[in-house]
T-cell receptor, first 110, second 116 residues
Framework: EDQVTQSPEALRLQEGESSSLNCSYT??????LFWYRQDPGKGPEFLFT???AGEEKEKERLKATLTKKESFLHITAPKPEDSATYLC???????????FGTGTRLKVLA | EAGVAQSPRYKIIEKRQSVAFWCNPI?????LYWYQQILGQGPKLLIQ????????DSQLPKDRFSAERLKGVDSTLKIQPAKLEDSAVYLC??????????????FGAGSRLTVL
């Protein structure tokens, strides 16, 4: 069964303190791995798609990487406005379902 | 381009009552999804449509939930009768591309349901 596990569940950082969020997955024939950001009271907002191991994508202070078993979302020198829940999702070749993890709630303190 | 539209944004009902949520996807997006997101959890797929046909409804509680997508555009999700555990945000998402592709899902803002 396709599965996505995110860690940690919650993370508090000081402004400027870099860290990484983890997304571990088991899926038959990965078609794509997605990172989304979700602010309170809003729907998830797309950040990155990764398709194959070794791929990396960057956007401002965020960098996503992918291996055969997990993905990391690296946050460099975060700011308070980066506070949100970060969701990871995978699409497998068998079902083409988008399976989401439970997310990491990030709080960046000024 | 206009985003995914959902209504109502908020709904409070008593248990055993009924409720309906509406979704208008991005124009041209053939694939539409309804997800349930309980507080503190990730989105859980309820049903997936390709045009006006159901692709996957294996996790839809069919004794109380129903969904339709008439004419392959707008979609409605109904709950009848509602239970306390149905309190959640109902997210609609759509995407373009082939059913077999892994393209970006675009989400609406969601409809928050509280069942008392």
């Amino acid at each position: 069964e396709d599965q996505v596990t995110q860690s940690p569940e919650a993370l508090r950082l000081q402004e400027g303190e870099s860290s990484s969020l983890n997304c571990s997955y088991t899926v038959s024939g990965l078609r794509g791995l997605f990172w989304y950001r979700q602010d309170p009271g809003k729907g998830p907002e797309f950040l990155f798609t990764l398709y194959s191991a070794g791929e990396e994508k960057e956007k401002e202070r965020l960098k996503a990487t992918l291996t055969k078993k997990e993905s990391f979302l690296h946050i460099t020198a975060p700011k308070p406005e980066d506070s949100a829940t970060y969701l990871c999702a995978v699409v497998g070749g068998g079902t083409y379902k988008y399976i989401f993890g439970t997310g990491t709630r990030l709080k960046v303190l000024a | 381009e206009a985003g995914v539209a959902q209504s109502p944004r908020y709904k409070i009902i008593e248990k055993r009552q009924s409720v309906a949520f509406w979704c208008n996807p991005i124009s041209g997006h053939a694939t539409l999804y309804w997800y349930q997101q309980i507080l503190g959890q990730g989105p859980k797929l309820l049903i997936q449509f390709q045009n006006n046909g159901v692709v996957d409804d294996s996790q839809l509680p069919k004794d109380r939930f129903s969904a339709e997508r008439l004419k392959g555009v707008d979609s409605t999700l109904k709950i009848q009768p509602a239970k306390l555990e149905d309190s959640a945000v109902y997210l609609c998402a759509s995407r373009t591309g082939l059913l077999s592709g892994a393209n970006v899902l675009t989400f609406g803002a969601g409809s928050r349901l509280t069942v008392l």
